[in-house]
């Protein structure tokens, strides 16, 4: 499988997984994935999860956001790379 990754640094209009974006979307899907990358702190095999945000932006924007604030954190939770607003914060109970 190709990379998705320049896929959201195109400056044309594109068709991905049968999605038309046009130039303005792809570039709000660089800024969301360059976001979302600073926020990470991976370690290890740094290309597999720069293609799985990639993927997830792509979804995302196929679903029409156009928010990069809001696309970058919902590809981090949806990777389970970020915590969401049902993370559960504080002690843990012991049984």
Avoid: C, H
Avoid at 2 to 21: C, D, R, V
Avoid at 66 to 91: Q, V
């Amino acid at each position: 499988m190709p990379s998705m990754l320049p896929l959201l640094y195109a400056t044309k209009n594109l068709e991905i997984s049968g999605q038309s974006f046009d130039a303005e979307a792809t570039a709000i899907m660089g800024q969301a994935f360059d976001k979302a990358w600073k926020e990470m702190n991976v370690r290890g095999q740094p290309d597999l999860w720069k293609e799985s945000i990639a993927k997830q932006l792509i979804e995302i924007a196929a679903n029409g956001e156009r928010d990069p604030e809001k696309m970058s954190r919902s590809a981090l939770i949806s990777l389970g790379l970020a915590p969401n607003r049902f993370t559960i914060r504080g002690r843990q109970m012991s049984s």
